[in-house]
């Protein structure tokens, strides 16, 4: 069964930092693409960013590009979303995601199977 577990969020001020990590289980990590999504209240979930299964391609959505990076750490089993010049617009819940094949990356909610239970991000002015 795969699970995926969020954590890093909280409270800070614009112009911060934080660090979000998801750790995954229930099967080989290295194999499949990661996403991080996020949804502000009262408003859909948006796709943030997106890593392949190696590390090698990496997306990013235009309001958080130059701002966030996603990497990731196949021996354990962990994907990080690194965010700076955080801005009160960025208030939401972050959300990990993975699919449910091997080898394919996306940045549409549809592209993804398996879901985190979300961290809050709140960004204060």
């Known amino acids: 069964q795969v699970q995926l577990v969020e954590s890093g969020g909280g409270l800070v001020q614009a112009g911060g930092s934080l660090r979000l990590s998801c750790a995954a289980s229930?099967?080989?990590?290295?194999?499949?693409?990661m996403g991080w999504f996020r949804q502000a209240p009262g408003k859909e979930r948006d796709f943030v960013a997106a890593?392949?299964?190696?590390?090698?391609?990496?997306y990013y959505a235009d309001s958080v590009k130059g701002r966030f990076a996603i990497s990731r750490d196949n021996a354990k089993n962990t994907v990080y979303l690194q965010m700076n010049s955080l801005k009160p617009e960025d208030t939401a819940i972050y959300y990990c995601?993975?699919?449910?094949?091997?080898?394919?990356?996306?940045?549409?909610?549809?592209?993804?199977?398996?879901w985190g239970q979300g961290t809050q991000v709140t960004v204060s002015s």
């Open positions: 229930g099967r080989t990590f290295s194999r499949y693409a």
């Open positions: 995601a993975t699919p449910y094949a091997r080898y394919t990356i996306g940045k549409g909610g549809n592209d993804y199977d398996y």
């Open positions: 890593i392949s299964w190696n590390g090698g391609l990496t």
